[in-house]
């Protein structure tokens, strides 16, 4: 009898199976779960049986990857990444999943192929070219801020570069098998990958936006890309059409741990009860990241400082559009 030496595997479960594996996820399948973690690296995803006819492992492997990027990298230490699905309590984080999959899956044209099982599909299913905008009040929505911070940590370790790998190789795989697919497999809802912009990363979703009407374009150079751009290119991903320091306040939240002050500044006559020595810097306390003058919450009422004649150093120097007002704007979300 011929010795079998080698077993066959699905090409796309291998893929995320050592995805996974290489961020630091072992996964196994199980009749008893549909899909957790233990919180000490393993994630348990449940048999074929459980499955829907248009649903993968390499599927509910991504999707698993998406909670880990809402939730962060120590989410690997919390079963079931730390979230509760029994009750509503963290639909903002289901529903910030499914945009940041929605995203990644898009960039290689596989929005329709890697798309999730479970209750909340109709919810991914009516989202818009831009996962990351909803019509109307796009700042509004915890879930979109998630998102974009979710997005953020796909380019660090431990996903990166491990992610991009994986979504590239499937999006391959699946263009090869999508020439020989019968009408209604999955494998023929393959999309066209997004195209990549001349400064890096990814093309805007919308065919509208340019570089040249982009907050982030200074002079000739893009504050995201830190690269010369053309007025004409087409926008990016992080593409902002205006700011509007009154609606996003990002510098005054959480965009910032501290504000340091010199000895010298008129802040500190007026408003010295704020501000404390710590390992000899004078710094403004901000409890729970917000300034203490802040007034306002950038919806019903327009964020304003109460200090703002007497603003300290710091806060005169950041202007709207440059490098420290991105880097406030990502860390809160707002920017991309």
């Given at each position: 009898m011929r010795a079998v030496t080698r077993r066959y595997e699905d090409p796309l479960d291998r893929i995320w199976i050592e995805t996974a594996a290489r961020i630091?996820?072992?996964?196994?399948?199980?009749?008893?779960?549909?899909?957790?973690?233990?919180?000490?690296?393993?994630?348990?995803?449940?048999?074929?049986?459980?499955?829907d006819a248009d649903d993968c492992l390499a599927q509910m492997i991504f999707h698993e990857l998406c909670h880990s990027l809402?939730?962060?990298?120590?989410?690997?230490?919390?079963?079931?990444?730390?979230?509760?699905?029994?009750?509503?309590?963290?639909?903002?984080?289901?529903?910030?999943?499914?945009?940041?999959?929605?995203?990644l899956a898009a960039r290689v044209g596989l929005r329709r192929v890697l798309a999730p099982t479970t209750d909340h599909?109709?919810?991914?299913?009516?989202?818009?070219?831009?996962?990351?905008?909803?019509?109307?009040?796009?700042?509004?929505?915890?879930?979109?801020?998630?998102?974009?911070?979710?997005?953020?940590?796909?380019?660090?370790?431990?996903?990166?570069?491990?992610?991009?790998?994986?979504?590239?190789a499937s999006a391959a795989v699946v263009r090869a098998?999508?020439?020989?697919?019968?009408?209604?497999?999955?494998l023929a809802d393959v999309d066209r990958a997004r195209a990549l912009h001349p400064a890096g990363g990814w093309v805007h979703p919308s065919a509208d936006v340019r570089c040249g009407a982009?907050?982030?374009?200074?002079?000739?150079?893009?504050?995201?890309?830190?690269?010369?751009?053309?007025?004409?290119?087409?926008?990016?991903?992080?593409?902002?059409?205006?700011?509007?320091?009154?609606?996003?306040?990002?510098?005054?939240?959480e965009g910032f741990d501290v504000v340091e002050l010199a000895p010298d500044e008129p802040f500190l006559a007026r408003h010295g009860a704020l501000v404390d020595r710590v390992d000899g810097r004078l710094v403004l306390r901000r409890p729970g990241g917000r300034c203490p003058p802040?007034?306002?919450?950038?919806?019903?009422?327009?964020?304003?400082?109460?200090?703002?004649?007497?603003?300290?150093?710091?806060?005169?120097?950041?202007?709207?559009?440059?490098?420290?007002?991105l880097a406030a704007r990502r860390r809160i979300g707002l920017s991309l």
């Open positions: 630091g996820l072992s996964v196994t399948r199980t009749p008893d779960a549909f899909a957790t973690t233990d919180g000490r690296g393993a994630l348990a995803l449940g048999d074929a049986a459980s499955l809402v939730q962060g990298v120590e989410s690997f230490e919390q079963p079931d990444w730390g979230l509760e699905n029994t009750d509503p309590r963290d639909l903002s984080r289901e529903h910030a999943c499914l945009r940041a999959q929605a995203t599909r109709a919810f991914f299913d009516a989202l818009g070219p831009d996962p990351l905008f909803d019509a109307g009040a796009p700042r509004e929505d915890p879930s979109v801020a998630l998102a974009r911070i979710a997005l953020a940590r796909a380019e660090r370790p431990p996903w990166a570069p491990h992610l991009r790998a994986a979504l590239e098998a999508a020439a020989f697919a019968p009408e209604g497999s999955l982009c907050a982030w374009r200074d002079a000739a150079d893009c504050v995201v890309a830190a690269a010369p751009v053309e007025e004409a290119w087409p926008g990016c991903e992080a593409f902002t059409g205006a700011l509007d320091c009154r609606a996003c306040g990002a510098c005054c939240r802040l007034r306002g919450d950038g919806h019903a009422e327009p964020y304003a400082c109460a200090a703002y004649a007497e603003r300290p150093r710091a806060c005169r120097e950041l202007a709207p559009g440059s490098e420290g007002c």
